[in-house]
């Protein structure tokens, strides 16, 4: 079982409509990133989050995106004004321990359709 | 040149075979070397992880990493049917901020028959 839930599972929303999309650490992690995989192609790096702060960004990354940890514990990204092409798996990572060098472990994702 | 190349597959191999999954890259900084198993609808499971080069060996699993050829490797022995799924290779630099920024290949889809 992964050690990051991530709800929902599945979201289906209209083009142009926002979504958020959470993780649920079941520890107590300060490190948290978000990563995206279009169908057929490779997980590629979006965001890191640390201690309550973006610490780096990709260039996917931009304006529309946005990620918070409002009660301490969720971690959500959202996503402003949904496209077609932000259909995608995205998932949610933590370090394996306290060291930010220390590997990912990621939640089963959650799968975006934009329609 | 993309900086992680990898082999999409599909591999396919018979049960008990070593199975040989290998990636290369372009970027002399990466230092860190992550190989992660992804089965259908699934996020990434982390199987094997080195920073050095040389071998690692967990299990089934042995991890190998040349810096001086940019290539890196996992080998499974004994493979067995539930180890049909999508391999990934991921690597990171060792700069402070960056350790987990990782750069995935595309992944080789292993089918492993009875």
């Known amino acids: 079982e992964p050690e990051v839930t991530q709800t929902p599972s599945h979201q289906v929303t209209q083009m142009g409509q926002e979504v958020i999309l959470r993780c649920v650490p079941i520890s107590n992690h300060l490190y948290f990133y978000w990563y995206r995989q279009i169908l057929g192609q490779k997980v590629e790096f979006l965001v890191s989050?640390?201690?309550?702060?973006?610490?780096?960004k990709s260039e996917i990354f931009d304006d529309q995106f946005s990620v918070e940890r409002p009660d301490g514990s969720n971690f959500t990204l959202k996503i402003r004004s949904t496209k077609l092409e932000d259909s995608a798996m995205y998932f949610c990572a933590r370090q394996q321990g306290s060291n930010y060098n220390s590997p990912l472990h990621f939640g089963n994702g959650t799968r975006l359709t934009v329609t | 040149q993309k900086e992680v190349e990898q082999d999409p597959g599909p591999l396919s191999v018979p049960e008990g075979a070593i199975v040989s999954l290998n990636c290369t890259y372009s970027?002399?900084?990466?230092?860190?070397f992550m190989w992660y198993r992804q089965y259908s609808r699934k996020g990434p499971e982390l199987l094997m992880y080195t920073y050095s080069s040389g071998n690692k060996e967990d299990g089934r699993f042995t991890a190998q990493v040349d810096k001086s050829s940019k290539y890196i490797s996992l080998f499974i022995r004994d493979s067995q049917p539930s180890d049909s799924a999508t391999y990934l290779c991921?690597?990171?630099?060792?700069?402070?901020?960056?350790?987990?920024?990782?750069?995935f290949g595309t992944g080789t889809r292993l089918q492993v028959t009875l």
């Open positions: 991921a690597m990171s630099e060792i700069n402070t901020g960056t350790a987990s920024k990782l750069t």
């Open positions: 989050f640390y201690n309550n702060e973006i610490s780096e």
């Open positions: 970027n002399s900084a990466f230092q860190y």
